[in-house]
């Protein structure tokens, strides 16, 4: 019938997509813990020059990076791995897009404007997401621990 139809085509979905839809969601809660932290940092210690923006997006990174792992592991892989594994994919993830916020803010934000540092810092997420999502896929949760 149409309706098994309909549940099969989602159910496929779910098997081939799930993963991903769970991905993006932990990404988003992930992504709001990065510039909560980044932007208190801003708050409590000052805009300052772009090398301090990098240094806040490191730290902000870090603590996203435990939470991003925890909920990996228990709500989109559902799979134990290893965080060295996950540390390595973070760090790889950290040093591109640290690069481009770096080399962004220092082109075309030496007055070290809030919302530009900002709208930088989420110009590095699409990146961050592709490079994570396969790391983590397949080198990270493929194999047991």
């Known amino acids: 019938?149409?309706?098994?139809?309909?549940?099969?085509?989602?159910?496929l979905l779910k098997l081939r997509f799930g993963h991903?839809?769970?991905?993006?969601?932990?990404g988003v809660i992930n992504t709001m813990a990065d510039f909560t932290v980044h932007n208190l940092l801003?708050?409590?210690?000052?805009?300052?020059?772009?090398?301090?923006?990098l240094l806040y997006m490191v730290i902000?990174?870090?603590?996203?990076?435990?939470?991003?792992?925890?909920?990996?592991?228990?709500f989109t892989f559902q799979r134990r791995a290893a965080y060295?594994?996950?540390?390595?994919v973070s760090v790889f993830t950290l040093l591109v897009a640290g690069i481009i916020f770096h080399g962004l803010n220092?082109?075309?934000?030496?007055?070290?404007?809030v919302l530009l540092?900002?709208?930088f810092k989420l110009s590095t997420v699409i990146?961050?997401?592709?490079?994570?999502?396969?790391?983590?896929?397949?080198?990270?949760?493929?194999?047991?621990?």
Do not use: C, M
């Open 1 to 11: 019938t149409f309706k098994q139809t309909i549940r099969v085509l989602t159910e």
């Open 20 to 26: 991903l839809i769970k991905f993006a969601f932990v």
């Open 42 to 53: 801003i708050i409590f210690f000052g805009v300052g020059e772009p090398t301090r923006q």
């Open 60 to 74: 902000a990174f870090l603590g996203a990076n435990l939470l991003a792992f925890t909920l990996h592991s228990g």
């Open 84 to 88: 060295r594994r996950f540390f390595a």
């Open 106 to 113: 220092l082109l075309y934000n030496p007055q070290a404007d």
């Open 117 to 119: 540092t900002n709208v």
């Open 127 to 145: 990146i961050s997401f592709i490079t994570n999502y396969f790391g983590y896929k397949f080198w990270v949760y493929r194999y047991p621990v």
